[in-house]
């Protein structure tokens, strides 16, 4: 048996652990939806599935494919959609940059440019150490107070060098 396939199988029982854990949760929403509009739980699934585990892993949604009776499909498009969904592990602190037009117009490159300086890293990365996680995103719906990124789950707006490098420095280590 390899790592890899050690990793695998360890990945696979921490998704059914996961779902297990959450299955009592989804009976209760479960029983607040008619027959008919069980595909609807989707959304709030994978929303506490990412609560639980971090992000939504291949097993979790073969799980919840089968749990709500809906085709896996149906499953990877939501996630493929909403891009608050992470498919893999973050950094305790994920550092999403907003890059559309508005937050470009006023700023988002330097700022984008800044953070992989300061953190060592370039968007789709994760520090060595676990700590922290860039990617970009298309649009944080934050326009007039651009530049805007989003800490985990906090916006963090009107961003420059000098409010990135307290902000940073600031985290926990």
């Known amino acids: 048996m390899t790592a890899e396939t050690t990793a695998a199988g360890d990945a696979d029982k921490a998704a059914a652990q996961t779902m297990q854990q959450l299955i009592p949760e989804f009976d209760r929403m479960r029983q607040r939806y008619p027959q008919e509009a069980l595909p609807s739980l989707v959304l709030p699934c994978l929303r506490r599935i990412q609560e639980a585990r971090g992000h939504v892993a291949d097993s979790d949604i073969a799980e919840l494919s089968a ?43 330097g700022v984008l440019e800044h953070l992989c300086r300061k953190l060592e890293l370039q968007p789709g990365q994760h520090s060595a150490d676990g700590r922290f996680s860039l990617s970009t995103v298309e649009c944080l719906g934050s326009c007039g107070t651009a530049p805007v990124l989003m800490l985990n789950e906090a916006y963090h707006e009107n961003l420059s060098p000098a409010t990135l490098d307290a902000l940073i420095e600031g985290l926990p280590k």
């Open 67 to 109: 749990y709500l009776s809906v085709p896996r499909l149906q499953i990877e498009e939501v996630l493929g959609h909403y891009t608050q969904f992470r498919r893999a592990p973050v950094g305790r602190w994920h550092v999403q940059v907003c890059h559309n037009l508005s937050c470009s117009m006023r700023g988002a490159e």
